[in-house]
């Protein structure tokens, strides 16, 4: 195991490695910008090095600075947590050069499922279901157009440097595909440098499924169960959980075993999360890969009692992993709301400031990750999540009672924040029956 290593992050997610890490006996270096200092997160670390001004630009995602700490911190290596550097494979291809040991995925991995065209790819190799869709890249508006006529309409054009819902275009005619095509490749060259597309036939209103995989650096891959993530607006999670609920064991464990197969076809090591969409028939289609560990995580730990940053610290200090498929238990079910500070009066914006006070839930079955407390000033320069509220019942029915009940239970003064949304979802008839796609909160919340 490693002696000590530095967490290039912030916040909630610093904190979770902090804990995992005095678990283990590692020593950890924090980093942390001029607008964290004075933070009390930071004391949970063995030391903390402030690495520049309060933009992430200049601070978290600044490599120099990160790995000039790193040397100064003395560490073995440097978990990046989710954001950030999280998925840049250059800042882990730097970190191994220097002689830290990133703690995630390799380079090659990264940067063959960075590219969602070539995840696809190796998805259709190892037998993953995916999207019916153009084979590869989309060549010319005619080829396109052609292929859209074969597999018909709606269509979704998407950028290969995409994803997380970036550089999406639906097409319902052959008319529209032209502008899709336009409107996709010019929003990815501008925002990614890289204006390649491939075609989807577009599935209305799926459901958003992921399989948790992690795996070690000698071939051993396991999954973790899925999550169900359908609870969203544009594209931020609001409510997570697993199971998934209405799903069969059957497709519950085909998705899960093809999230597997995905991991071993790409060489992937450390821990992952293959997304899916489920539609209404079941059927479901890989759409992409996340590299990295993801906020919704503890779902995940909650219903199999494996403490996944723990693990990704084994795996990626060059031990095998502690468990196999066969041990990996799936008990109960496991919901998580992410806090966030903003605004329902203001089309949810975010709304850093001042929390005055803060109650925070307890009791059976409750865990609450969070980075502050009642006094702590949330930054208007990082994220806006101030924490996430789990629950772990036995079934899905006692869970959502058990989060209610924390939901009202909780006090927050000084700042607005999610609480209100997501229990009116919990008390929504559909969600309680478990009818829920990634349409559902845009159909029901938004009036
Ligand atoms: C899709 C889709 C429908 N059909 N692909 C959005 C984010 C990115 N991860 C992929 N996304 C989608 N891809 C096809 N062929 C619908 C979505 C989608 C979505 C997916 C997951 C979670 C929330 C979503 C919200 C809107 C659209």
């Known amino acids: 195991m490693f002696k000590r290593i530095l967490i290039a992050n912030r916040g909630e997610i610093a904190l979770r490695i902090m804990r995992a890490c005095r678990e283990l006996g590692v020593e950890t270096v924090a980093v942390c910008s001029e607008a964290d200092r004075g933070s009390s997160w930071l004391e949970m670390a063995d030391r903390s090095i402030c690495i520049g001004p309060a933009p992430a630009n200049q601070s978290y995602l600044k490599i120099e600075r990160i790995i000039s700490a ?52 190796i998805a259709k190799k190892g037998g993953v279901p995916t999207v019916p869709g153009s084979d590869g890249l989309i060549t010319s508006e005619k080829q396109a157009k052609a292929i859209a006529q074969e597999i018909g309409y709606p269509v ?14 639906v097409a319902r005619s052959p008319e529209q595909l032209g502008t899709a095509i336009m409107q996709a490749g010019q929003e990815a060259e501008a925002a990614f440098g890289n204006g390649e597309l491939y075609l989807e036939k577009y599935i209305e209103g799926p459901r958003h499924v992921e399989a948790q995989i992690i795996a070690d650096n000698f071939g051993n891959v396991c999954h973790l169960w899925e999550r169900d993530c359908s609870a969203q607006r544009r594209h931020q999670k609001l409510i997570e959980e697993s199971p998934a609920p209405n799903l ?135 994220d806006s999540m101030v924490g996430k509220l789990l629950v772990h019942q036995p079934t899905r029915e006692e869970a959502i009672a058990c989060m209610v009940r924390c939901l009202r239970e909780f006090k927050v003064e000084g700042i607005k924040t999610s609480i209100p949304l997501q229990l009116k979802i919990l008390e929504h008839p559909d969600f309680i029956a478990g009818k829920i796609d990634t349409g559902f909160i845009e159909r029901n919340m938004m009036k």
């Open 70 to 121: 790193a040397e100064l911190g003395d560490v073995d290596a440097i978990h990046p947590g989710y954001g950030f550097l999280a998925e840049n494979s250059h800042f882990a291809d730097v970190c191994r050069s220097c002689g830290y040991e990133f703690i995630g995925p390799s380079v090659q991995a990264i940067d063959l499922l960075g590219d969602k065209n070539s995840a696809r790819q």
């Open 156 to 169: 979704l054009v998407k950028a290969s440097a995409g994803g997380g819902g970036r550089g999406m275009r």
């Open 248 to 382: 069969s064991v059957k497709t519950r464990k085909a998705l899960c075993e093809s999230a597997a197969r995905l991991a071993k076809e790409s060489g992937y090591t450390n821990a992952g999360t293959v997304e899916f969409i489920v539609d209404k028939d079941e059927n479901y289609y890989f759409i992409e890969m996340n590299a990295r560990i993801q906020v919704e995580h503890p779902v995940t730990e909650l219903v199999t009692g494996i403490d996944l940053i723990k693990t990704q610290m084994i795996v990626a200090s060059g031990e095998k992993l502690p468990f196999k498929q066969k041990d990996v238990e799936h008990n109960g079910c496991a919901i998580e709301c992410r806090i966030n500070a903003e605004d329902p009066d203001h089309q949810f914006r975010p709304c850093p400031g001042k929390i005055n006070q803060m109650i925070i839930p307890g009791g059976f079955g409750v865990r609450f990750d969070s980075h502050v407390h009642s006094g702590y000033t949330v930054s208007p320069y990082y």
